[in-house]
């Protein structure tokens, strides 16, 4: 079963490398190339802590007490509502909005990635 390290880490990690690409893409018209690269480095971090923040959040809201502590933050209904909810936020137009949406969218990554963790162990998760 991972533990909150590596939950942070894994979290932290696909965050920093999800950020630094859409960073990327998101600036690639940009002329100087050292303004791109301050831009991809510090979304990526940025994106890094808070997915690894979020990373370690459901075992915050269900602390693993007991071999029965995922209840709905880490079950598949969770799981599939939060890549809904993202789905839609990603097709929303919210210019002027993009902040938002770039916090909104390295938490939800981070937090799927520990349920994704989770739902390799024997245990998994539940579906409720
Ligand atoms: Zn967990």
Known sequence: MPNRKIHYRTAAG?????GGISA??????????????VRVVAEAAVAGVLAGFAG????ILEPATGPYHRKFFHSYVA???LMGSLAILNQK???????????????????????VQDSMTPKGLPVI
């Open 56 to 59: 370690i959040l459901p075992d």
């Open 24 to 37: 990327y893409y998101r600036n690639r018209n940009e002329k100087s190339k050292l303004k791109l690269f």
């Open 79 to 81: 799981l599939v509502g």
């Open 93 to 115: 137009d919210l210019k002027g909005y993009e902040p938002f949406r770039f916090v909104l969218n390295s938490l939800g990554l981070g937090y799927l990635v520990h349920l």
């Open 14 to 18: 696909i965050g920093f490398v999800v």
